[in-house]
């Protein structure tokens, strides 16, 4: 009895300790790009973004790629990214002790390649 007590009382005190995290999709499209933005919030103050640039205009794509991500709580940005097979990797980001992004917020891109620049729109995909 004292085992089945002490189960229950461990399973209210591990219920507690749940990890407070939130998934966001942001994707969007323009004439030449598909962008996929992920980003996992936890504890509302630390977060790790990812994602993807992907040519999906006429013709070969190019080599080098320069973008900027801006959110409510920042940007970045960055120049000479290569593409492997019309693919750009944004890295892993992380902070924590940050302001971070919201799921209903828009997210502006912006893809400049071989002179010319785009500018998309994302959205969470919920």
Do not use: H
């Not at 004439?31 to 996992?40: A, K, P, R, S």
């Not at 892993?92 to 010319?116: F, H, K, P, S």
């Amino acid at each position: 009895m004292k085992k089945c007590i002490s189960l229950i009382i461990l399973l209210f005190i591990l219920s507690g300790c749940g990890n407070d995290s939130d998934r966001y999709n942001f994707s969007g499209s323009s004439e030449n790009w598909d962008v996929f933005y992920v980003v996992n919030v936890s504890n509302g103050n630390a977060q790790e973004k990812t994602g993807t640039i992907k040519f999906t205009g006429e013709g070969e794509g190019p080599e080098i790629i320069d973008y900027k991500i801006e959110t409510n709580s920042g940007g970045s940005e960055a120049t000479g990214i290569t593409l492997d097979d019309k693919v750009a990797n944004l890295g892993n980001n992380m902070c924590e002790g940050c302001a971070v992004v919201q799921g209903d917020e828009e997210i502006e891109v912006e893809v400049t390649w071989n002179g010319q620049t785009e500018k998309l729109t994302l959205i969470n995909k919920k």
